[in-house]
């Protein structure tokens, strides 16, 4: 009978699903593991980045299994976002209609693969079953504080038509969804106080030592957390003031202009004390900078622009008047909005002044050099020195000025020390309809009104018209938006914003935990036992917008009483998967690269798809597509499956019983029973310990070699190729699990090899008969000896000097050395 994965893989998955087989509750008499894996969008259908991430995923939890561990392992679909409404506007139907259809093509291919997830535990975001308990996150937060509404410019993509968070800008200033340039726009909006968690948030990252250190190193960085001053500066001849942080305070003698964003508050006053056509010539200023992204505004090397506002600000350590500038680098979500101008240790500012012709004064020299001329500077000094030019603080090393200035600060009381971060509190108002709606109402006499908990979920009206060019449909719904107080019983409106739907994956790992409670987000007891997750895997991208947001809502819910006191992280582990890649470049439709997953499944079947991808390279390294590499993962499946059919009389007659290695009478048998278990040993270390499961399908085909040349078929010899015929299926079968179901029933077992219990590796049998060490003359290979393990470096010695073939080699030569390493080598140095 010949391989025929389309009659085979089928059987196995009814099978599965018929015997409840993945099926996981919690217990706690056993040791539990959470192997999740970043949910899809349903786009419409799986890629080759899907299939990968979850091979990875189902090749850990079916090894997991199978050494006794308790595994959850679920799946789900992040489905609202814009990319329904656009397919809604493109192919005239509804978001919904086209979301659901796409999850269930999307589940057929999970199916399809072999995935052996808990199918009951299926997450949709965009059911009201589960949106509602965002909700009530969202509640939650707001009766704490940490849900809060104000006016703000906000970062803003005219395709999307909705506003974006600062981790959704990305590149050059770009929507990170459809790469339109992003502008500022001032609006009111709903934010999360992530910034409170700013510290925890950094601090914890010490701890997860089971993260890469690149998505570390790349939160640390956009948490972004500084040591500095912040201080009030006066403005000249007016009542007002601008407020400034700076991590250089020993600079401050070096201050020859202050420069504030354009959206900066104190603009607009400043512009309404103007003349009519300064007030005009500054509004115009600001409307054109506000537009440009903040990655245009702040690129290194850009062309600065800025206007000076007529008005001076005081220096306050030397009283020093200074021309107060709208600079277009300076951005009002970064700091105060406003930074005091040091040009002669700061590049951007260097780089302003000279294009506007104001001053320069150096206030840190190089140890033992003289002050830097300001004319004859070509670049800012930026580097540490000493203080110059400062009155008292001359002479002081940088560290230790910026230290005594901070103190003097706060003696005067001009300013405070503090730490700030560059993490700006969560911008979740989204302009769209598909996506959670925001629980508050508006109404005229009680301002915003919390929707009672007992009338959630506020829920989509599924009947809004999606309008042709974009845009929010909600605005469209008069009968859903007006509605009335909870509090006061009089007229309200709904709030027609959506929540951004990385609040729908910022917990929906707990959801899993619980998907039918319905009096709760998830069963306490069940995070308690299962959470944290001790393995996530997804791709890097994600390292600064989910996997920063999952963190602090995991943070919020313990702090909310939800979870154990000790639960701050939500993922123990995290493995961020390399790129799939064909023709040198990431797999696009526009390059015309793209392999289609459910092509390579009818052609070879799931269990090959899953072992090429598993095989071809290491799980975080990127994966360069090969039509031959799949057809010789298909071969390699046609060999396992004939070495057991072409045997199956052979095996069948071994019977179950294993022989000891003390037992086996012949070399050959020894041999196989070692590269049995060294196969094992290695398999099982490559998985739990490396992760390395492209070198642990090598070991298997080095195996299944071995198998096929054994050529012993005593009574031994056939126990001896069973036992690896076995061990083979049972270390395979997480790679390729449809195909060893059915060789392993082939060979009479009638438990699922799903369930069957890992082989363990003997010890005993891992020690060989012999060592093969080699015989150097001055450094150079001459011969090669077989010997027993173990020898001493005397005894190794004494042995190798004692061949025949040693003594031709050396024979009329002075023998100056012996060197002697056992188990390896015997380098004898000659002269003569």
Known sequence: MAYDFSVIEPKWRKIWEDRKAFHVETDESRPKFYCLEMFPYPSGALHMGH??????????ARFLRMNGYNVMYPIGFDSFGMPAENAAIKMKTHPAEWTIGNIDHMTEQLKSMGCSYDWRRVVKTCLPDYYRWSQWFFLRMYEKGLAYRKHAPVNWCETCGTVLANEQVVGDGVCWRCETPVVKKGLEQWFLRITDYAEELLEYLGKLTGWPERVLTMQRNWIG???????DI???????????????????????FVAVAAEHPIVRTLADRMTSEKRAAVLDFVSGISSRSAMERTAAGGDKMGMDTGFAAINPVNGARVPIWIADYVLMDYGTGAVMGVPAHDQRDFDFVRKYGLGIIPVVRVPGEPVPDPEKMESAAEADGVSCSSGRFDGLPTQEAIEKIGEWFESEGWGRRETQYRLRDWLISRQRYWGTPIPVVYCGKCGIVPVPESELPVELPLGAAIPPNGGNALLGCPDWINTSCPRCGGHARRETDTMDTFICSSWYFFRYLSPDSDDAPFRRGDAKYWMPADLYIGGIEHACLHLIYARFFTKVLSDLGLTDPNLREPFTGLLTQ???IKDGAKMSKSLGNVVDPDEII??????TARLFILFASPPDKSLDWSDKGVEGAHRFLGRVWRLVEENIKSLASAGGSTVPMSDLPDAESRGLKRLIHSTIDRVTRDIRDERQLNTAVARLMELCNGLSSFTSRDGAGRAVFREGVESLLLCLSPFCPHICEELWEMLGHEELLAVSRWPAADSGALVVDTVTVVLQINGKLRE????PPGLSRDELAERVLAEEATKRRIEGLDVVRVISVPDKLVNIVVRG
């Open 225 to 231: 957390r500084s040591e500095g001053v912040r201080f």
């Open 234 to 256: 006066s403005i000249a001849d007016t009542d007002l003031s601008i407020e400034a942080f700076t991590t250089r305070i020993d600079t401050i003698f070096g201050i020859t």
């Open 51 to 60: 299939l990968r991430n979850y091979s990875i995923g189902d090749l850990t």
């Open 784 to 787: 090669q000896y077989s010997v």
């Open 578 to 580: 390399g790129m799939v």
């Open 602 to 607: 009818k052609r070879y079947g799931a269990d």
